[in-house]
């Protein structure tokens, strides 16, 4: 595993069906430098506002969208025609495969990272989290 994370902002909706284990792929219509083993940290947007968990990438796929939904499509949590509108006008789709996901013991509320983190910010779609100390100041257990 290397020494950063990535903080990805997720739906509710979306981020439910990650750690029940439902959806298994997480699109994404820019690619994130990311690597099979690394760390993803999952913030749930509005009107969740917190950090609840994370998940481990096992690979990234970049293809047209036509083959990552004839690939990954079902994996994905999303149906066709949402699937068709998020990549309007895109020529590449990627697909984040997840190996495990997993919950965090008490979620972080956005109040709390602000008040640990200052200048916290959830990101729009992504950034990155330099060195271990973000995971492990609020108890992300990282996995073996």
Known sequence: MSKHALLLSIRPRFAQMIFAGTKTV???RVRPTIKAGDLVLVYVTSPTKELQGAFKVSQTVTGSPASIWKKYGKKTGVT???FDTYFTGKDQAHALIIEEAWTLPKPVRLACLREEKRGFRPPQSF????GGGFASSFGIPLPI
């Open 26 to 28: 997480e699109l994404r």
């Open 80 to 82: 066709r025609a949402e």
């Open 127 to 130: 950034h990155y989290i330099r």
